[in-house]
Structures are given as C-alpha cells and as structure tokens.
T-cell receptor, first 115, second 110 residues
C-alpha cells in the first residue's frame, strides 16, 4: 500500500489566494482526519470524516476553511482567501474506524506558506 | 495544564545511550500512540498500545493504565533516531478524538 498520499508537498501562495490541499487515504480506511501543525500549537484536529461524512468540524478555524470528501478515496481542504497566519504544515491521516484501536496513518504533509 | 504532558521537551544524547521519553495524561483513554517525526518529514506511527508493553527493534513502549503514564525507550541510540517523538492518546469520550502531546525533540550525537 502506498500509504496516505498528500499533494502538494509544498505550497507557497500570496495572501488572498485560494489554496486547495489534497489527500488520498489508505484504501479500505473509512476514517479521515485533517490536522494542522504549528510550532506554537502543535497538532490540531481541523475536521474528521467517517464514511465520507463530516462528523466533527469544530476545529476548522473559520469560514475561510472548508473540507470535502466526495468519495472514499479523496478529500480536499480548501482555504479561501488565505492569510499569512494559515502558514503551517497540514496533515491528512486515515484509519479503519471499525477496527478497534486501528492506528492512525499520516501522510507526509503539505507545508503551506502564505506571504 | 495540558491533558497530555511529555517530558523532557528536549533531549540530547550520545550515540549508544539508553533513552527514555515519558508521557502522562489526565483523561480516560482507549489507546495511546507513539509517533515519530523527522525534521521536515511526515509523521510515522511507531506503536499503538492500550496495555502492557510492545517492542520493535530497538524501541520499547510501555503503558501503565492505572498511573496514566507511558514511556518510550530507545536502546543503543543512533543519530538516525534524532526526531521529534509525539505521544497521542485516543480518548474514550469521543472514539475518534486524539489529544497530542507537544513532543520531545531528541538529538543523538555521533
């Protein structure tokens, strides 16, 4: 298995631009998480999907952030408009919810820089 | 006070030393993860455990549910072990919710 695949690895954009981050979870996993990692706050959960349905989006900072999971093999996290304070590493992770204590598998992350 | 506390925050060791990283938590959990993150790299799951002890190569993880404490040990440390080690607990309150420690930055010198 290729693991969780995220793209792009790096994204540099100007303030105000739209940014779309992509994630392909591990085949067969039905839980998908988007996390944001910063030096100040560590890893924070942004949104959690189970069976493609958003279950908990309480971590999404504000309306500029949106996430979709149109099918079991693809999810996007969109920021529009982007701001410098959105600069962080964004991780996607997946797991098999029905398996008790199925471990989290992380992607390599997308390093976002908003200038 | 954070619900998941790791110690130490930073650790420098000489190659070959035995290393211990600690994690204490204050919430009810169903499992605990030890994660490894190399500089500029992705996050790798080292262990997931809910009781007892697990071993993989030079790495050993233990958990004491009663004391709400886990340790990650590295035997015969090597410079390639240099990374940030993160403790994450899966809470019982929300079956998908993880709470992450702030990480322990380990540097192993040759």
């Amino acid at each position: 298995d290729a693991g969780v695949i995220q793209s792009p690895r790096h994204e540099v954009t100007e303030m105000g631009q739209e940014v779309t981050l992509r994630c392909k979870p591990i085949s067969g996993h039905n839980s998908l998480f988007w996390y944001r990692q910063t030096m100040m706050r560590g890893l924070e959960l942004l949104i959690y999907f189970n069976n493609n349905v958003p279950i908990d989006d309480s971590g999404m900072p504000e309306d500029r952030f949106s996430a979709k999971m149109p099918n079991a093999s693809f999810s996007t996290l969109k920021i529009q408009p982007s701001e410098p304070r959105d600069s962080a590493v964004y991780f996607c992770a997946s797991s098999q919810f029905t398996q008790k204590n199925s471990p989290l598998h992380f992607g390599n992350g997308t390093r976002l820089t908003v200038t | 006070k954070n619900e998941v506390e790791q110690s130490p925050q930073n650790l420098t060791a000489q190659e070959g030393e035995f290393i211990t990283i600690n994690c204490s938590y204050s919430v009810g959990i169903s499992a605990l993860h030890w994660l490894q993150q190399h500089p500029g790299g992705g996050i790798v799951s080292l262990f997931m455990l809910s009781s007892g002890k697990k071993k993989h190569g030079r790495l050993i993880a233990t958990i004491n549910i009663q004391e709400k404490h886990s340790s990650l040990h590295i035997t015969a440390s090597h410079p390639r072990d240099s990374a940030v080690y993160i403790c994450a607990v899966k809470t019982t309150s929300g079956t998908y919710k993880y709470i992450f420690g702030t990480g322990t930055r380990l540097k192993v010198l040759a």
